[in-house]
C-alpha cells in the first residue's frame, strides 16, 4: 500500500480539500504499542490496490509527531487514540475507530 505521510500541519488543509473530491483515511499509528502494529497488519492484509480509486490513504507516526496529531484530532473534533482511523468527507470526520475496532469491512462500507 502506497501512504501518503502526514508530517506537516500545512497538511492538514491539503486533506480537507482532497476530501471534497474523495474520502480520506488517517491511520493514526504508535510504533511502540502492538495493538497498533496489529490493526495495522490486519487493515493491510484486506487492502486492495483498487481501493486507492475510492479513498486517499495518508500515515501519521503519532510517535514522531505526536503534536500534529493532536492537531489532527483538534481540527476533526474526534479524541485522540491510538491506533486510530479517521474517515474525512468534505473536510469532516465522517467515521473513526480505534484499537481492535479499526476494520477493514466496516471502513470500507463508509467509503
Same mark, same amino acid.
Given at each position: 500500500?502506497?501512504?501518503?505521510?502526514?508530517?506537516?500541519?500545512?497538511?492538514?488543509?491539503?486533506?480537507?480539500?482532497?476530501?471534497?473530491?474523495?474520502?480520506?483515511?488517517?491511520?493514526?499509528?504508535?510504533?511502540?504499542?502492538?495493538?497498533?502494529?496489529?490493526?495495522?497488519?490486519?487493515?493491510?492484509?484486506?487492502?486492495?490496490? *483498487?481501493?486507492? %480509486?475510492?479513498?486517499?490513504?495518508?500515515?501519521?507516526?503519532? /510517535?514522531? $509527531?505526536?503534536? &500534529?496529531?493532536?492537531? +489532527?484530532?483538534?481540527?476533526?473534533?474526534?479524541?485522540?487514540?491510538?491506533?486510530?482511523?479517521?474517515?474525512? *468527507?468534505?473536510? %469532516?470526520?465522517?467515521?473513526?475507530?480505534?484499537?481492535?475496532? /479499526?476494520? $477493514?469491512?466496516? &471502513?470500507?462500507?463508509? +467509503?
Amino acid at each position: 500500500m502506497n501512504w501518503n505521510k502526514l508530517t506537516e500541519a500545512a497538511q492538514i488543509d491539503e486533506i480537507k480539500a482532497l476530501s471534497k473530491e474523495k474520502p480520506v483515511l488517517i491511520f493514526k499509528h504508535s510504533t511502540r504499542c502492538s495493538i497498533s502494529s496489529m490493526s495495522l497488519d490486519r487493515l493491510l492484509r484486506k487492502w486492495k490496490d *483498487q481501493d486507492l %480509486e475510492k479513498v486517499t490513504p495518508y500515515f501519521l507516526d503519532l /510517535i514522531a $509527531y505526536r503534536q &500534529l496529531s493532536d492537531q +489532527v484530532a483538534t481540527e476533526f473534533k474526534i479524541p485522540h487514540e491510538s491506533p486510530q482511523v479517521i474517515l474525512i *468527507q468534505n473536510a %469532516e470526520a465522517i467515521y473513526s475507530n480505534s484499537h481492535f475496532g /479499526i476494520s $477493514y469491512g466496516e &471502513l470500507m462500507e463508509k +467509503v
